[in-house]
């Protein structure tokens, strides 16, 4: 096994994990870390049954785990639930990997436009009682909040994994590259997109796109035997 394919990167599966499960079967990688948008009609551990026994599987939510109750529970109430690397710093393979799923939505923020709510507290205290004492809605949850992108500035990270695209891409966000930047960090791996490409910006971090049905090693290279189908319905 290759150094750099001690650890892939899986592009949004959409339902189907052939690519991933193929990659793991080809290079028994340490880990996977998956960037988001699973669709899942089962719970995350029945389609990927074949390889837990094999490496680790890590995660980040993306913008369809939030779409239907079914989607999120099959997900956030799975048994790898754990798994997620959301808003914190884990090592994986030798490597300290800071995550960040969901996307910015412009009812809570939208960069480079300021924050409509700077914490979802504030958020809960100006909305109507029924709404303040219920669960906050999927498409909440989905966001990027501010107060939560901005604690992660204070942690180190040697790779930043990430649904939303750095400002590398016409439809990323600088900030993101702000936040990598902060974090020590020297790889952005994100997902989202549907596009397979590499980029360097700011501080000389660099960033890998990862297509949907695709799998990457540390050097965003393609390591599955399945084409990506590259389609925009994010």
């Not at 409509?116 to 809960?124: A, C, D, H, M, V």
């Amino acid at each position: 096994m290759s150094q750099y394919d001690r650890l892939l990167f899986a592009g949004d599966p959409h339902g189907n994990f052939n690519a991933l499960i193929t990659a793991v079967h080809k290079h028994r990688p340490e880990a996977v870390v998956m960037l988001g948008d699973y669709d899942l009609e089962q719970p995350l551990e029945t389609y990927l049954a074949e390889i837990l026994d094999l490496t680790q599987v890590w995660w980040i939510a993306g913008n369809h785990d939030f779409e239907t109750p079914c989607k999120y529970h099959n997900l956030f109430h799975s048994a790898l639930a754990h798994k997620s690397l959301h808003l914190k710093v884990t090592e994986v393979a030798g490597l300290r990997i800071a995550g960040l799923g969901g996307i910015f939505l412009g009812r809570v923020w939208y960069p480079p436009q300021v924050p409509k709510w700077r914490n979802k507290q504030e958020y809960l205290e100006h909305q109507a009682a029924h709404i303040k004492n219920a669960d906050m809605s999927l498409k909440y949850r989905s966001a990027i909040w501010h107060d939560e992108f901005e604690a992660l500035r204070s942690l180190k990270a040697d790779i930043l994994v990430t649904h939303e695209a750095p400002g590398s891409h016409r439809h990323g966000f600088a900030v993101i590259g702000e936040l990598a930047a902060a974090m020590g960090v020297k790889h952005i791996f994100h997902g989202h997109l549907h596009e397979n490409y590499t980029r360097i910006i700011k501080q000389h971090i660099h960033v890998f796109g990862v297509a949907n049905r695709t799998v990457t090693n540390l050097r965003g290279q393609i390591v599955s035997d399945i084409k990506a189908c590259h389609d925009f319905s994010y």
